[in-house]
C-alpha cells in the first residue's frame, strides 16, 4: 500500500475524545512532538514554512550478494523538500496540510549497480501526505481534530510500550531518533477535561503499517528468505479501525499516563507458509492486539526519571530459532509483558545525559522457539549542545534485547545561520551471526547533509 493511500481521509460517525498532554519541562527525547501551534504573523491567517535539504551517504563496507549493493561506495545522494501550511479558520479552529517530496539520484550514477526495480519505484521519486487535518476546540473546552496527525504518547525511546498510535519508518534500522520515524496516521481524536484528568480518545481507519525497505535494499527484511527462493506475499489487515484510549494527568514534577488499545500490529508477521520444491510461499500480514499500559515521568532537580510498564496481548512473536522460522501455521501469538526504566542528568553544562533500560517477558514462553523468556535492551544517550546552542552532538549505543546486536549512532549538526544547517551521521551496525540483525551488519554508513530552512 503507498503512503499516499494510507494518507487518505474518511468521516467517522461518533464523536472521540483526546487530549495530547506533555511531559515535564524538559528539552528530551521523549517530549511529545509540538504538532498544534500555528507560526502565524499579526497580519495573515496563514504561515508556510519549509526545509530543502540534500544528503549524500557512503556505505563504509560490502553487504552480501542478497543485496543489490555488494561494495563500499556512494549509497544515497538524496534530495527532499518538505513544506508546510497553517491556515487560521477563525480563533478556535487551524487546518494543516504538510508534505515531502524525495529524489534519489543514486540510482542514475551508480548504474553500474544492479538495483531492483522495487528499490528504483520506492525510492527514486516519492511523495508523501504527512499532517493533513483540521481541528477545533469548542468552547465547553472539548478538543477535536480530525485527519492525517500524529499522537505522540508515551515517554520511552527503544522499546514501544505506550506509544502505540502511529506506524513508522523502518527504511532503516537505527539511524534515526524516535522522532524522526513516526509516521501520521488518518485518525479522529478530541480530549475533555476531567477534573484534573484529561481523557483521550482515538479511533484510525486505514492506517496501514510499518514501511519497510523494498526488496533488494540493503535493509530488506525478507532478503535471506528471496535468497531461499520463496515467494513473499503481504496480506492487508482484516480490520481497518484502530481503537485507543488514555487518561492523563499533568503536575509541577511529573506527569503519568494510563493507555489501552485495541489495534493492528504494525510489523508484519508470518500468518501461513506453504513449502514448495526449492522454496515455498510464506504470507505476512498484521496481527490483531490489544494493550494496556502506564507511563510517567518524575523530576527532582538535576533528575528526570521516567517509567513504563505494559501488557501486550496477542503479539505474533518472531521466532529466536531459525528453524521456526517458516512454521506451516504461523508464527505462535504470546502474551509480552515490557518494561522500561530511565534516568536523565541534566546537572553538566550544556550536557544532557540519559539512560534507559527495557525488559520484556513472555508469557507461555516455548524455549526451544524463543529461548529465554526474559530479554533486555540497554540504551544510551548524550546530547551536547556549544556554541550558543549552535553546535547540537548526539551519540546514542542501543544494545538490542536478547543480544540480537548492536547499533551505534554519532551525529553533528552545525547551524550554520536561521537558515542554513550542516549535519554529519555516523551509524556502526555489529550483531552476533544468529541474530535477524546479521544481514544488515554490514550497513556501516557516513552522511552529510545541508539544510535550508525558509519560511513565508
Not at 487546518?95 to 526495480?117: N, P
Not at 509483558?337 to 525488559?359: K, P, V
Amino acid at each position: 500500500m503507498s503512503v499516499y493511500s494510507r494518507s487518505k481521509l474518511t468521516l467517522f460517525p461518533v464523536l472521540l475524545c483526546c487530549w495530547v498532554g506533555t511531559a515535564s519541562a524538559q528539552d528530551d527525547f521523549f517530549s511529545n512532538i509540538e504538532i498544534d501551534s500555528t507560526a502565524s504573523t499579526p497580519d495573515k491567517d496563514w504561515s508556510l514554512i519549509g526545509r530543502l535539504e540534500q544528503k549524500v551517504a557512503y556505505g563504509l563496507e560490502s553487504p552480501p550478494a542478497l543485496f543489490s549493493r555488494q561494495k563500499s561506495t556512494l549509497s544515497s545522494i538524496q534530495t527532499s523538500l518538505f513544506t508546510q501550511l497553517d491556515w487560521s479558520l477563525g480563533e478556535s479552529s487551524q487546518f494543516r496540510l504538510s508534505g515531502q517530496a524525495f529524489h534519489d539520484e543514486i540510482f542514475r550514477y551508480q548504474d553500474d549497480i544492479a538495483y531492483s526495480a522495487a528499490e528504483i519505484n520506492e525510492f527514486r521519486n516519492r511523495f508523501e501526505i504527512r499532517d493533513f487535518y483540521i481541528e477545533h476546540e469548542f468552547d465547553n473546552d472539548v478538543y477535536i481534530k480530525l485527519g492525517n496527525q500524529m499522537l505522540a504518547w508515551g515517554v520511552t525511546e527503544y522499546l514501544r510500550i505506550t506509544d502505540l498510535v502511529n506506524t513508522e519508518n523502518q527504511f532503516s534500522l537505527g539511524q534515526e531518533d524516535l522522532e524522526d520515524l513516526r509516521r501520521q496516521v488518518p485518525a479522529l481524536l478530541a480530549s475533555v477535561n476531567l477534573a484534573q484528568w484529561n481523557l483521550d480518545t482515538v479511533i484510525t481507519h486505514d492506517a496501514g503499517r510499518d514501511d519497510i525497505a523494498p526488496a533488494g535494499d540493503e535493509f530488506d527484511q525478507f532478503a535471506a528468505l528471496r535468497a531461499a527462493g520463496i515467494v513473499i506475499h503481504i496480506d492487508e489487515a482484516s480490520r481497518q479501525e484502530e481503537f485507543f484510549m488514555r487518561l492523563s494527568r499533568t503536575g509541577s514534577r511529573g506527569d503519568v499516563q494510563l493507555v489501552a488499545g485495541e489495534f493492528n500490529d504494525n510489523a508484519l508477521s508470518l500468518s501461513d507458509f506453504l513449502p514448495a520444491p526449492g522454496g515455498g510461499q510464506a504470507r505476512f500480514g498484521q496481527s490483531r492486539m490489544r494493550a494496556l499500559g502506564i507511563a510517567g515521568t518524575r523530576v527532582a532537580g538535576n533528575w528526570l526519571f521516567f517509567s513504563e510498564l505494559g501488557l501486550h496481548k496477542n503479539k505474533a512473536l518472531r521466532p529466536g530459532n531459525d528453524a521456526y522460522l517458516l512454521s506451516s501455521g504461523g508464527w505462535q501469538n504470546k502474551d509480552l509483558l515490557l518494561g522500561a526504566l530511565g534516568i536523565e542528568y541534566s546537572g553538566l553544562r550544556n550536557l544532557l545525559l540519559t539512560l534507559e533500560l527495557d525488559g520484556q517477558r513472555i508469557r507461555d514462553n516455548d524455549k526451544p522457539r524463543y529461548g529465554q523468556a526474559e530479554k533486555l535492551g540497554i540504551g544510551l544517550r548524550a546530547y551536547w549542545t556549544g556554541l550558543n546552542e549552535r553546535l547540537q552532538v548526539l551519540a546514542v549505543v542501543n544494545e538490542l534485547a536478547d543480544d540480537a546486536g548492536r547499533v551505534s549512532r554519532l551525529s553533528v549538526d552545525y547551524d550554520w545561520s536561521d537558515n542554513f544547517t550542516l549535519g554529519f551521521l555516523w551509524v556502526n551496525y555489529a550483531a552476533p551471526v544468529t541474530s535477524y540483525v546479521n544481514p544488515f551488519r554490514y550497513n556501516d554508513v557516513i552522511q552529510a547533509r545541508l539544510q535550508y530552512n525558509f519560511q513565508y
